[in-house]
Nanobody, 118 residues
């Protein structure tokens, strides 16, 4: 199984970015897919997750600004990030085969994509 993130970059505060994650080599099952982030010196934290039935969960810090979406037929997971803040700067990772927003529950991870908000 391989996860490849894309879409990171540098943006000014208040701007938007859209992250995408392409998955290959796995068989659909009833698990969550999620986005996580890790800033220097901080622990990895859950940002948003989406279940196989489409139900979503978000960290309080991103509610109302970020939107997670999936296309399981295409094996893709997206994160639309709006009204970005400096504190959103981090390495963002997608992950599958887990539960909710707890990174410790996820088994498969991408390599990450950097988001920098100035």
């Amino acid at each position: 199984v391989q996860l490849v993130e894309s879409g990171g970059g540098s943006v000014q505060a208040g701007g938007s970015l859209r992250l995408s994650c392409a998955a290959s080599g796995y068989t659909y099952s009833s698990y969550c897919m999620g986005w996580f982030r890790q800033a220097p010196g901080k622990e990895r934290e859950g940002v948003a997750a989406i279940d196989s039935d489409g139900s979503t969960s978000y960290a309080d810090s991103v509610k109302g600004r970020f939107i997670i979406s999936q296309d399981r037929a295409k094996s893709t997971l997206d994160l639309q990030m709006n009204s970005l803040k400096h504190e959103d700067s981090a390495m963002y990772y997608c992950a599958i085969d887990g539960w909710g927003l707890g990174p410790e529950t996820y088994k498969i991870w991408g390599q990450g994509t950097q988001v920098t908000v100035s």
